[in-house]
């Protein structure tokens, strides 16, 4: 990869003066004049302000004039400073990541003279600056149409939201709900299968090939995207009633809802509270219920709660309607007692408001339970045929922030409502104003995506299926081809669109055979070549910005405990290699920083780093060398105390340990 | 390159989001934000895992941070104002005002993500509430564990008994909130739950009208809070809160389900304020020709469709439109981008 | 496949222990795929040699170089300038390629870096399973496709021992009969009458010496 990247690079390189503030401390000519000497770029010249308007319109002419591809500007290191410079270059054809920032002040502060520094420092980034592999902006063909599974009234929005941009098709998923086919009917864009099965989920976001059974004959189509949008089951569960049976003047909250009993002159009571905890739903729906009730002519409609829940749009309002039109808010903390003869039910239970009155019976002609809302029987069937996984409860998604409010593990597979949790009404709205948002992006049937994927040398892949089975979001396949040059002919290949890049494939591999592009080995190696007394890799999710926190708490504190931060995607890219050369290169320390469990943006990164971390710790032991100079930290991106915390307790560590017995002197 | 380009007023989590989706798909931004730095008020939250992640979702906030200072196409201008707004063809041209320094740019599109402003108690002063220094709000806690890392390093060793007294200005109809605020019972809990972590001797309260508990296991996940980690539930809102004795607080208040009147001394309390319309709303509906809802969020076009709004190639993203939780808001924000730019392509 | 784990680490520090340059010989063939002895692990194992014997104040150069598989002469071929500066050779490929690698190189000594186990299959990322012990005279036809050699813990060619328990081995609870295994696949299949044939007792005698394979049909006549 290198060979290639190294002779089509064109650097150019310049040193901004900041307005005369850098040449207190440093030589310019010398440094310009000992990286002519020696190294291998295209153009360098000294600046005095590169951020003013007239040297960035100079800039912007010199990468033409020079046909410059790779930047490296060495000056302050003010992001909002160096964005101006990146705009420059991307207009100018350059992508972000071929411009490089050499941090000057940095450097030479405290220093006298930082001349030497800084030669040092721009020789070093021009050896990285070599090593990147070309990043291209990669224009992909993709299919606009979306499949969504589920004809219930979660699925008939979505699929009517979607179609306005999109073609799409609706299928049943082989469920008997049908109710939100009204909600489609006459929208263009929109075909409608019912009795129709996923048998099977190939290829990646943007094609996706989906093999269906409709009324059992079979069909190949290829779909850009799927949201899954089932819903959920309410089911009555009697044990949360002590055993009360449906029937006569029991009804579950859905019968009722379904075929409302003739209600004038009737007595009503729901119940809420003792299923359906995790939702509003049921609260919704009763609050609604009730009012028509009672606007209707019943005679008296009670509502036993422990909490009301009003967190979403309107509930709040329909709660206090609700009691200003006489509804009766019973509020429980033991449990119910209920007893039902052929034509009335009745409630028992101790108000808590009264002491003094002490047990209550409510009898009404109607009582009206609610239910527990559980995911269709096919939602497993469906994760396994589309590799997805499942959270709490059995339900899609993984229960994990970054994956809310509609992301499943994989590119281009969303959720929608509540077959991923259930939801309220409201919230379903945003969730398929969000999820056609996501797939509107393939509507144009192109996307443009930096080709940022990791790659794979096929001379070392040995298609052992380790990066496959241990990618998080399905992003790998084998593809064969002659032109590989290995012994199988194959190799494996992330895909650029269902890649997100947590480049954990690459530590896995034991080949060898996989670089993540701007975090290769090579690079991370380089980096860490003469590492200080700690070198933290830090994830750059959580540690990463926490080691940011932590320099604001004490600037100094970098130097002070004389530490290396290496960014890193996430933990799960840490290879053990990097662990081992790290302390074989004289660091007396190593940590890892990843984010808290259950947090990893890539499902399992975290968790890889552990083994990782468990694995060198034997390594290390079986030599001899203290196994706890090795440290895997929970941190989040707001942590800077505990990772300042951390660095500290390692710093203390290793110093009773004293010098690393395994550093190898060369 | 000819690149579209649109101005994204807030910069914090909706603004942030939006702007990071619409650079992603090759769309210009220009991210106003009034404060010194961009983030809004999430970046101050404190991270609130013990053994494992509370799905608190503040974390997030920091992530986009650093995406958008990295990002090219997003132009950054914080101390900034939007001081004229005026049709232009589809789009609009605006001026913002940094400080004496004011520039023009002409957009295809406005969204605006101004975020909220916790309630203001203003007058109010049962609460003593800036009167006495240990009387809180949820986010001067959350910013307070961030910055000094833990509970004790902020407030010093002495305290031991926490309150947290939920719907101080929600929920409310005699100051016309009638809404729930929707995050603060799930980041009280969470915050009772680390402070736990810390404190395993402490006696913590969450004084509540009706506990908000929604989402995947968190019903569970308040059993717990109750049965594991000891924290006491008192269903009723406290009165009075005053400084005695000494530097203690006492909180006075009914326990609705033992209806007497009791008080009780604390070290620490917080109030979990409502999130209500940031300054400067009103002003901004009127510049941009908004309207504004019973309690003075943006309001959308219609209840089907919460990013868009009345005036064309005008849109909402967060809590500006309402109450949302961090993971609703970055739901929200990515909607809005995605009209946008249809709006901006079509 | 061939599968094969790392020796522990003080055995090769002994065996490595006089010399001051060594080569670390991996191969991207089963050793690879069953994550013994591929370009990560000789990198694990070169830094782990470095580090120890500077620990020992006894410091050692250690090369690494892997090739496509040590089991063909023409890859081994490609040691041989490194092997040219170097004392002696650990290989982390299988038993095989080991000792193809110490024939071709007679005058270096050459080290095992790994034991290697059995002839298994890849269950799962970081697990694996015997499957066969290359008898060189297969019956798989005769017991529903699962092999009482490999699979039976006594390696019984006639039906169970009579050990077993609710479906497992009376050697370890945790390893599923064999027989068993080979009487639900034949019912599955309907095939139980196979059960009645007697498999003749396997010639183990090597007269011949190790097993060559030589197929005249394919050789070529240089």
């Known amino acids: 990869m290198g060979e290639n990247g190294k002779r089509n690079t064109r650097v150019g390189i310049y040193l901004c003066d900041c307005d005369g503030k850098l040449s207190k401390k440093i030589d310019f000519s010398k440094v310009k004049t000992v990286i002519q000497s020696k190294a291998d770029f295209e153009y360098i010249r000294v600046a005095k302000r590169l951020c003013g308007p007239s040297e960035l319109q100079e800039l912007s002419e010199e990468i033409d004039k020079y046909s410059l591809n790779r930047l490296l500007i060495a000056g302050c290191s003010d992001p909002m400073i160096n964005r101006r410079i990146v705009e420059v270059a991307e207009n100018k054809g350059i992508v972000r990541y071929f411009v490089d920032f050499v941090d000057l002040f940095a450097l030479s502060e405290g220093k006298k003279d930082a001349t030497e520094d800084a030669i040092a420092s721009v020789n070093e980034t021009l050896d990285l600056i070599g090593m990147k592999a070309d990043v291209k902006i990669e224009e992909l063909d993709v299919v606009p149409d979306v499949l969504v599974i589920g004809c219930g009234i979660e699925g008939g929005v979505a699929a009517r939201a979607i179609s306005k941009k999109q073609p799409v098709v609706l299928i049943d998923g082989g469920l008997e709900v049908t109710d939100g086919l009204d909600l489609v009917k006459g929208a263009k864009n929109l075909t409608v299968k019912t009795n129709a099965k996923v048998l099977r989920v190939s290829g990646f976001p943007g094609e996706f090939l989906v093999r269906i059974s409709e009324n059992g004959k079979v069909i190949d189509q290829k779909f850009g995207a799927i949201v899954i949008a089932l819903g959920a089951q309410p089911v009555y569960d009697k044990s949360k009633y002590g055993g009360v049976e449906l029937g006569g003047p029991v009804l579950s909250l859905s019968q009722f809802v379904k075929s409302r009993p003739e209600c004038a002159g009737k007595r009503f009571t729901f119940v809420l509270d003792k299923a359906d905890q995790d939702s509003l739903i049921s609260h919704a729906t009763v609050l609604r219920e009730a009012v028509a009730l009672k606007e209707q002519g019943a005679a008296d409609v009670n509502v036993f709660y422990i909490d009301m829940k009003v967190t979403a749009d309107h509930l709040e309002q329909m709660y206090e309607k609700a009691r200003s039109v006489g509804i009766n808010f019973l509020k429980y903390v033991d449990d119910l007692e209920i007893r039902t003869t052929s034509t009335s039910a009745t409630v028992r239970y101790r108000e808590p408001f009264l002491p003094d009155v002490g047990i209550v019976e409510v009898t009404s002609d109607y009582l009206v339970l609610a239910e527990d809302f559980v995911p269709f029987s096919v939602t497993q069937e469906l994760a396994e045929i589309m590799e997805l996984r499942l959270g709490p409860g059995g339900f899609f998604q993984e229960d994990n922030v970054h994956f809310l409010p509609i992301k499943s593990n994989r590119e281009g597979i969303f959720f929608v409502g509540s077959c991923h949790g259930p939801i309220h009404g409201t919230e379903l709205t945003r969730e398929v104003e969000a999820v056609a948002a996501e797939v509107g992006r393939f509507a144009s049937g192109k996307v443009r995506v930096p080709a940022l994927q990791p790659r794979v040398e096929a001379e070392k892949c040995a298609v052992c299926l380790t990066c496959y089975r241990s990618c998080p979001h399905k992003a790998i396949e084998i593809v064969h081809d002659e032109s590989l040059n290995n012994m199988y002919h194959s190799a494996a290949r992330m895909h650029p669109l269902a890649c997100r890049r947590c480049g954990t494939c690459a530590a896995e591999c034991p080949g060898k055979a996989i670089q993540l592009p701007l975090y290769t080995d090579q690079e991370i190696l380089t980096k860490t070549k003469k590492p200080p007394t700690l070198v933290a890799f830090a994830c750059e999710n959580s540690g990463a910005l926490a080691a940011e926190l932590a320099q604001k708490l004490d600037s100094q504190f970098q130097e002070k405990f004389k530490l290396q931060v290496v960014r890193v995607p996430c933990a799960g890219k840490v290879d053990v290699i990097y662990l081992l050369k790290a302390l074989e290169r004289g660091a007396e320390g190593v940590l890892v920083f990843g984010c808290h469990q259950e947090n990893c943006k890539y499902i399992w990164g975290n968790k890889r780093a552990i083994k990782r971390k468990e694995q060198v710790r034997k390594l290390l032991e079986d030599i001899g060398i203290e196994r706890d100079r090795l440290e895997f930290v929970h941190i989040a991106a707001n942590q800077g105390n505990q990772f300042y915390d951390a660095v500290k307790a390692m710093a203390e560590k290793v110093r009773q340990f004293g010098t690393n017995p395994g550093k190898v002197v060369r | ?346 | 496949m061939i599968v094969a784990e790392r020796k522990p680490i003080e055995k090769i520090l002994e065996m490595v222990a006089p010399y001051k340059k060594i080569l670390v010989a991996g191969c991207y063939g089963c050793v690879t795929v069953c994550l013994a002895g591929g370009e990560k692990e000789v990198g694990i194992l070169a830094s782990q040699i470095r580090m120890a014997r500077s620990k020992e104040d006894n410091p050692i150069e250690v090369l690494e170089q892997t090739v496509e598989r040590q089991c063909d002469a023409e890859y081994l071929e490609k040691f041989r300038d490194n092997i040219a500066q170097v004392e002696a050779v650990v290989s982390l490929a299988c038993g095989i390629g080991i000792q193809y690698l110490a024939e071709k190189y007679p005058k270096t000594p050459v080290f095992p870096g790994v034991n290697t186990l059995f002839l298994g299959a890849n269950i799962d990322v970081g697990k694996w399973e015997e499957r066969c012990m290359a008898c060189g005279d297969c019956v798989l036809d005769k017991t529903g496709g699962i092999c009482p050699i490999a699979r039976c813990s006594k390696h019984l060619l006639n039906g169970p021992c009579g050990g077993s328990q609710y479906g497992k081995c009376e050697v370890s609870k945790d390893v599923p009969c064999g027989w068993q295994l080979i009487y639900d696949r034949l019912k599955e299949l309907g095939q139980l009458d196979k059960l009645k044939e007697i498999i003749p007792p396997k010639n183990w005698l090597r007269a011949k010496g190790p097993r060559t394979l030589v197929r005249e049909d394919l050789t070529l006549e240089r």
């Open chain 2, 1 to 346: 390159m000819n690149r579209k380009k649109v101005l994204v007023i807030g910069g914090g989590t909706a603004g942030m989001t939006c702007a990071l989706d619409l650079a992603e798909r090759g769309v210009e931004v220009v991210l106003v934000e009034r404060e010194k730095e961009i983030g809004g008020r999430a970046a101050d939250y404190c991270c609130k895992a013990t053994d494992e992640c509370n799905r608190c979702a503040a974390c997030l906030v920091l992530q986009q941070r650093d995406k958008v200072l990295q990002e090219p196409l997003i132009r950054v201008l914080t101390s900034a104002e939007v001081k004229n707004v005026a049709r232009n063809g589809k789009g609009y041209k605006v001026s913002v005002a940094q400080g004496e320094d004011k520039s023009e740019y002409d957009v295809q599109a406005i969204v605006v993500a101004t975020g909220f402003d916790p309630y203001d108690l203003g007058k109010r002063s049962e609460f003593s509430y800036g009167v006495e220094k240990n009387v809180i709000s949820g986010l001067e806690l959350e910013r307070a564990i961030k910055e000094k890392g833990s509970l004790t390093a902020a407030f010093g060793s002495g305290i031991q008994k926490i309150g947290f007294i939920q719907c101080v200005g929600s929920r409310d109809l005699s100051i016309g909130n009638g809404y729930c605020s929707r995050v603060c019972c799930m980041y009280a809990a969470k915050l009772a739950k680390i402070i736990r972590s810390e404190l395993p001797d402490a006696d913590i309260c969450i004084f509540y009208m009706d506990f908000q508990s929604f989402g995947k296991g968190f019903s569970t996940f308040k059993k717990e809070l109750g049965e594991l980690d000891k924290i006491r539930f008192i269903r009723g809102i406290p009165s009075k809160i005053y400084g005695f004795p000494y530097d203690r607080l006492t909180v006075r208040y009914t326990d609705s389900l033992e209806g007497r009147q009791k008080e009780e001394k604390f070290d620490l309390i917080v109030l979990s304020l409502a999130i209500t319309p940031s300054r400067g709303s009103r002003e901004l509906a009127a510049q941009l020709g908004l309207q504004l809802d019973d309690y003075g969020f943006f309001a959308p076009r219609s209840d089907e469709e919460t990013v868009v709004t009345n005036q064309p190639g005008v849109f909402l993203a967060g809590v500006c439109e309402g109450p949302k939780d961090i993971p609703q808001t970055i739901g929200h924000a990515r909607a809005a981008a995605g009209e946008v730019f249809n709006y901006i392509s079509g």
